[in-house]
């Protein structure tokens, strides 16, 4: 069994890759959102739900997991330090995909409102002149922002999942300034949401070219805006690919196809584990 921890489009593409090549693929996903998404590319097992250390451990045993790709999100450091300490402790292979940084042009460089930062705690300090702060960067970290600047002050673009929305509500941000929409977004689209919220200032995330950043960038140059970045976190992963080929013609996934019984080669079980 390979494990996929899918928590982005790039993961749902390689466990539905896998699969469609023949590999038995359990893939795993935060929200129920997450799942639903990768139902879409998977027919075989996903697993719903957050794992810590020694849950991973556990799956990984009890389904006979060999290989493990964490394809999680950039800033999902959490589950990738479990997944690392999980795989190092059953001594199973670990490929780590991580999404290009983008490749910036001139032009996109010499924007000098562009305010870089290491973390979220950076990223308040930095905008807390600004009235009207238009956020990006999920809906986990929005208590970070409301606890010191107000509720009041923030604009939320959040998934459109209960959840997100919950997260919304707990820290006091009114219906009125949440945009729950899917991404990413054109920079026309961005420009014209800025535009609507009366934003002062935008923050996001060194997410990628799948996040959509150059695009959010674009859009606050074109109206002045000064956007503020958060860096993305750096982990020392090991063996790491940046792209969907990269990783489907290692060595490792070769080495783990040629030693399938035939029986299995292009069989997968239809079935959803929720995590409780």
């Not at 693929?25 to 957050?50: D, E, P």
């Not at 959010?216 to 956007?227: N, R, Y």
Request: glycine share 8%.
């Amino acid at each position: 069994m390979i494990m996929v921890l899918a928590g982005t489009k790039e993961g749902r593409k390689i466990a539905g890759s896998l699969e469609e090549a023949g590999f038995p693929v359990l893939a795993t996903a935060v929200s129920s959102y997450g799942s639903l998404l990768l139902r879409q590319n998977l027919h075989g097992m996903i697993l719903s739900g957050g794992l810590d250390e020694e849950n991973l451990a556990r799956v990984m045993v009890e389904n006979h997991v060999k290989l493990v790709i964490d394809a999680t999100h950039p800033f999902a450091v959490n589950a990738s330090r479990n997944v690392m300490a999980a795989c190092t402790r059953l001594n199973i292979p670990l490929l780590r995909f991580e999404r290009e940084s983008i490749q910036w042009d001139d032009s996109d460089r010499g924007y000098e409102k562009t305010i870089w930062v290491e973390h979220l705690e950076a990223a308040v300090l930095a905008v807390k002149e600004y009235e009207k702060v238009f956020l990006t960067t999920g809906s986990s970290g929005l208590e970070t922002f409301t606890r010191k600047l107000g509720a009041e002050r923030i604009i939320a673009r959040v998934l459109p999942t209960l959840q997100s929305l919950r997260n919304c509500e707990e820290v006091g941000i009114s219906p009125a300034n949440i945009i729950a929409m899917q991404g990413p977004f054109s920079t026309e689209l961005n420009r014209e949401m800025f535009l609507h919220a009366r934003a002062g200032v935008v923050v996001t995330k060194e997410s990628g070219k799948t996040g959509g950043l150059k695009e959010k960038v674009k859009a606050a140059e074109q109206l002045g805006l000064p956007i503020v970045i958060i860096k993305r976190p750096s982990l020392s992963y090991g063996l790491t690919f940046s792209t969907i080929n990269e990783i489907l013609d290692h060595k490792v996934i070769k080495l783990f196809f040629t030693s399938l019984p035939t029986i299995i080669k292009g069989k997968s079980v239809n079935s959803l584990i929720v995590v409780k």
